[in-house]
């Protein structure tokens, strides 16, 4: 009977850390702004059509020191209020997880650069990393850096949004569901079937 329930725990184990590890392999990492980044030049209402942006998908911001990324409520965002920010940022490499669903609101510091656009609305979806959107422009690969458009950007360049970050290349954990399938689970059940 032990061994019964033994068995029952690694197999949903292993269909529980597949289904974990297939989800972090559909998560997006969008680089806000694109090749403009978080700046003033940088067209962000309209940077954000066609994403589906979802739990588990990572936002960065990469802005220069005249810059900062404040997460603001709802009720300030329109009117580019920073006073009590939910959170401040301003290294100039910014990485904000979504690890909930609803809606986000990020604005600059600067009330002028704020009023001149430099504010973004993000609704973030419920069911976990989704893919693009079917007709959606593919974005360059992770890891390929295009430059920057500003001056003075602490990053020495900045990736095309939607990069798979993280994603398919966590070999790591693949690999371990991948043993634990092929090799460990059917092992311990064959020593079980002979007993």
């Given at each position: 009977?032990?061994?019964?329930?033994?068995?029952?725990?690694?197999?949903?184990?292993?269909?529980?850390?597949?289904?974990?590890?297939?989800?972090?392999?559909?998560?997006?990492?969008?680089?806000?702004?694109?090749?403009?980044?978080?700046?003033?030049?940088?067209?962000?209402?309209?940077?954000?059509?066609?994403?589906?942006?979802?739990?588990?998908?990572?936002?960065?911001?990469?802005?220069?020191?005249?810059?900062?990324?404040?997460?603001?409520?709802?009720?300030?965002f329109?009117?580019?209020?920073?006073?009590?920010?939910?959170?401040?940022?301003?290294?100039g490499?910014?990485?904000?997880?979504?690890?909930?669903?609803?809606?986000?609101?990020?604005?600059?510091?600067?009330?002028?650069?704020?009023?001149?656009?430099?504010?973004?609305?993000?609704?973030?979806?419920?069911?976990?990393?989704?893919?693009?959107?079917?007709?959606?422009?593919?974005?360059?690969?992770?890891?390929?850096?295009?430059?920057?458009?500003?001056?003075?950007?602490?990053?020495?360049?900045?990736?095309?949004?939607?990069?798979?970050?993280?994603?398919c290349?966590?070999?790591?954990?693949?690999?371990?569901?991948?043993?634990?399938?092929?090799?460990?689970?059917?092992?311990?059940?064959?020593?079980?079937?002979?007993?």
């Amino acid at each position: 009977m032990e061994k019964t329930s033994t068995m029952l725990f690694l197999f949903n184990f292993c269909i529980i850390f597949g289904i974990s590890v297939t989800r972090r392999c559909n998560a997006t990492t969008y680089f806000v702004g694109d090749t403009s980044g978080w700046d003033i030049s940088s067209d962000l209402e309209s940077w954000t059509s066609g994403k589906r942006f979802a739990v588990g998908d990572v936002l960065m911001f990469q802005y220069s020191s005249t810059h900062s990324v404040y997460e603001v409520a709802k009720d300030k965002f329109q009117n580019c209020n920073t006073t009590d920010p939910i959170r401040t940022f301003t290294n100039g490499n910014t990485t904000v997880a979504l690890s909930k669903p609803g809606d986000r609101f990020f604005v600059c510091r600067n009330r002028l650069h704020c009023f001149s656009g430099m504010k973004l609305q993000v609704n973030v979806e419920g069911n976990g990393p989704s893919p693009a959107p079917v007709g959606a422009p593919r974005a360059a690969p992770a890891g390929i850096l295009q430059p920057s458009s500003k001056k003075n950007d602490p990053a020495t360049g900045v990736v095309s949004s939607a990069a798979r970050v993280g994603g398919c290349g966590w070999r790591g954990s693949m690999g371990i569901y991948v043993y634990l399938m092929v090799f460990a689970f059917p092992l311990i059940w064959w020593s079980y079937i002979i007993e």
